[in-house]
């Protein structure tokens, strides 16, 4: 009973998976975020770090990941997120005392995307994918640069 009265109180938290170890969690108006890496040793011992982003910080959380370029560090330390080249990122939840070390979960440019994606959703509205540059190639596949294609 304490249980559920306690996850209640949390305003109904939402888990959106970004890859099978990595999940976002949303709870609360405006909400707050809980960035959650579980995976499983080579012995079967579970390795579970967790870090809360309070609802400003998810925000900027948010922005900062939005397109690449990136690298972000939470405010209160404990975890820092980076771009990667290849379209990719890395998180990292930095060790909270000696004789432990940092963990990383990396993540692909699909992973990203995913990552992405769950943070806007938990938030309120998806981020869109990273936008070319004026003078890259067009996605389209049409071999004109974006600006003469559909940047217009």
Do not use: M
């Amino acid at each position: 009973k304490r249980a559920r009265t306690a996850w209640s109180a949390l305003g109904s938290p939402r888990r959106l998976p970004v890859t099978g170890e990595l999940s976002i969690i949303a709870f609360g108006a405006p909400p707050s975020l809980v960035v959650e890496f579980a995976r499983f040793a080579d012995d079967g011992a579970a390795d579970q770090h967790n870090h809360g982003l309070r609802a400003e910080a998810a925000r900027a959380f948010r922005d900062a990941i939005a397109s690449a370029p990136f690298a972000w560090r939470a405010s209160a330390g404990g975890f820092e997120a980076a771009s990667r080249t290849g379209g990719g990122a890395v998180l990292r939840f930095l060790a909270t005392h000696e004789g432990v070390e940092d963990v990383e979960c990396a993540l692909d440019a699909s992973g990203l995307q995913a990552l992405r994606n769950a943070v806007g959703g938990a938030l309120g509205g998806a981020v869109a994918p990273d936008e070319p540059g004026r003078n890259e190639p067009c996605p389209c596949g049409s071999g004109a640069k974006y600006k003469k294609c559909c940047g217009r």
